[in-house]
């Protein structure tokens, strides 16, 4: 199982980025996938989540109503739309899938991990 997660880079405040994950190895139709980011000197962090059928989505507070997740199940791929970003939107932003189609926000139940990507929002 790999997961490439892309679409990361420098973005002005109040602008926005659409990060990529493409899953590869198996059928990820039926597995919820998630969106995690690291700020600079802190922990990881959930930032959405969606699940297998692309029915259910849940984000974290700080980023309810700019940030929106889908998929697309023919591709195997999971985006993060993110607008109106803030400086502190800033981070290594990461992908990852698990092995059951319900959402979810804590890292300990994915599964899979994508490398990362760096998103950075200048003010």
């Known amino acids: 199982v790999q997961l490439q997660a892309s679409g990361g880079g420098l973005v002005q405040a109040g602008g926005s980025l659409r990060l990529s994950c493409a899953a590869s190895?198996?059928?990820?139709?039926?597995?919820?996938m998630g969106w995690f980011r690291q700020p600079p000197g802190k922990e990881r962090e959930f930032v959405a989540s969606?699940?297998?059928?692309?029915?259910?989505?849940s984000y974290t507070d700080s980023v309810k109503g700019r940030f929106t997740i889908s998929r697309d199940n023919t591709k195997d791929t999971v985006y993060l739309q993110m607008n109106s970003m803030k400086p502190e939107d800033t981070a290594v932003y990461y992908c990852?899938?698990?092995?059951?189609?319900?959402?979810?926000?804590?890292?300990?139940?994915?599964?899979?991990w994508g490398q990362g990507t760096q998103v950075t929002v200048s003010s």
């Open positions: 990852a899938v698990r092995n059951r189609a319900t959402i979810a926000t804590s890292e300990i139940e994915y599964d899979f």
């Open positions: 190895g198996r059928t990820f139709s039926f597995s919820a």
């Open positions: 969606i699940s297998g059928p692309g029915s259910r989505t």
